[in-house]
């Protein structure tokens, strides 16, 4: 792989209220930034990280381990990742 991260999509775009319209598309591809954008999504539009992912359309394995890779875990009692 040449470097860059990149998070896969799960099915189909799904209309949801809480998305804006091409939001999947627009996930940072560096790990400090992907991190700082999630943890804001879960900080003010998201109860929790299997809410995000679904919303979303992420595969929460996968959020979980490119973040993972540059040391940070979702802390769930906190509701994001650390």
């Known amino acids: 792989?040449?470097?860059?991260?990149?998070?896969?999509?799960?099915?189909?775009?799904?209309?949801?209220?809480?998305?804006?319209?091409?939001?999947?598309?627009?996930l940072p591809k560096d790990p400090m930034m992907l991190l700082s954008y999630v943890n804001t999504k879960l900080r003010d539009d998201y109860p929790t990280l299997d809410a995000l992912c679904e919303e979303l359309d992420l595969d929460r394995?996968?959020?979980?381990?490119?973040?993972?890779?540059?040391?940070?875990?979702?802390?769930?009692?906190?509701n994001r990742f650390a």
Request: aromatic share 4%; proline share 2%; charged share 30%.
């Open 61 to 78: 394995a996968e959020l979980e381990a490119t973040l993972a890779a540059v040391g940070f875990s979702y802390v769930e009692e906190q």
């Open 1 to 26: 792989m040449d470097g860059r991260l990149i998070l896969s999509l799960k099915s189909p775009a799904r209309r949801g209220n809480m998305r804006r319209k091409g939001e999947k598309n627009m």
